[in-house]
């Protein structure tokens, strides 16, 4: 069932779809301006969307998937600009199953929601992230418990950051 989510709801919209699709695994596909489809396959799971502004006006529409370089965790994976509509779609169990945004440029980007939320996603994207910070540090034994903690972290702050 296809929805388009009034503007004036945008925000809360973001915010909700958040909360409850965190942590699923997503697929992406980009039409720009009626050209060829692009499909980007995210190797993590969904953080979030969330909108940009300027000043009072929304600007853009932001995809967060869970990336495992601690510098790339809070950018976004994908940017739409001057997004138009927002059209949701749930499935047969009315649960959140594909989002559309429209863009005033004429690019379309679909972003489809596979499986359901799993925290077995979540402990694998902070031993991504703990390894990455473990490989900076040039191989350095002894600060195990130090990383998985601060990728913990990084992780619970990005993603309350998403819902609130």
Known sequence: MKTEVKRSNWSRFCKRFT???QYRPVKVRIRRNGNKE???TCETPLMGIAL???GRFIDGVELF???TDPDRLTRPALSIKEP???IADKD???DDSRLMVEASDG???QIDLAGQKDSGQVHSVVEKLAYTMYERRGHQAGHDTEDWLEAER???ETADHLRH
């Open 19 to 21: 909360s409850l699709n």
């Open 38 to 40: 692009t499909e980007i």
């Open 52 to 54: 940009t502004k300027k």
């Open 65 to 67: 998937t869970a990336q």
């Open 84 to 86: 138009v509509r927002i």
């Open 92 to 94: 047969k169990n009315k």
């Open 107 to 109: 690019t379309q980007v």
């Open 154 to 156: 990084l992780i619970t």
